[in-house]
């Protein structure tokens, strides 16, 4: 397993923009899908993005395709979410998580690392 540490969270004005942070130690970086899942007050935690421990294939969800770009540096062991456009709905603690040799396409179930979440919060 991964030890994540995320960073980059904070107060942004709607339309403004946010890059999210996640270093990893503990395993081999490159052999892990990474990605971002977040969890607003009284919702469940959902998907945002993620990218793949072998061709570096990225997915995300919906409402932040167009938006939000995922990306890692696996000489730095750190992943990254570069957030723009953001809009109130995007308010949420964001997690960073990690999957061994896993797909992009895998359920939250499938993810076996957390990191314990940076606030971002969207508002006027």
């Known amino acids: 397993q991964l030890q994540l540490v995320e960073s980059g969270g904070g107060l942004v004005q709607p339309g403004g923009s946010l890059r999210l942070s996640c270093v990893a130690s503990?395993?081999?970086?490159?052999?892990?899908?990474v990605g971002w899942f977040r969890q607003a007050p009284g919702k469940e935690r959902e998907f945002v993005a993620n990218?793949?421990?072998?061709?570096?294939?990225?997915n995300y969800a919906n409402p932040v395709t167009g938006r939000f770009t995922i990306s890692r540096d696996n000489a730095k062991n750190t992943l990254y979410l570069q957030m723009n456009s953001l809009k109130p709905d995007d308010t949420a603690v964001y997690y960073c998580?990690?999957?061994?040799?896993?797909?992009?396409?895998?359920?939250?179930?499938?993810?076996?690392?957390w990191g314990q979440g940076t606030q971002v919060t969207v508002s006027d």
């Open positions: 998580t990690a999957a061994q040799y896993g797909n992009i396409w895998i359920s939250i179930s499938g993810y076996d690392s």
């Open positions: 503990g395993d081999t970086f490159s052999h892990y899908t």
């Open positions: 990218i793949g421990w072998k061709s570096g294939t990225t």
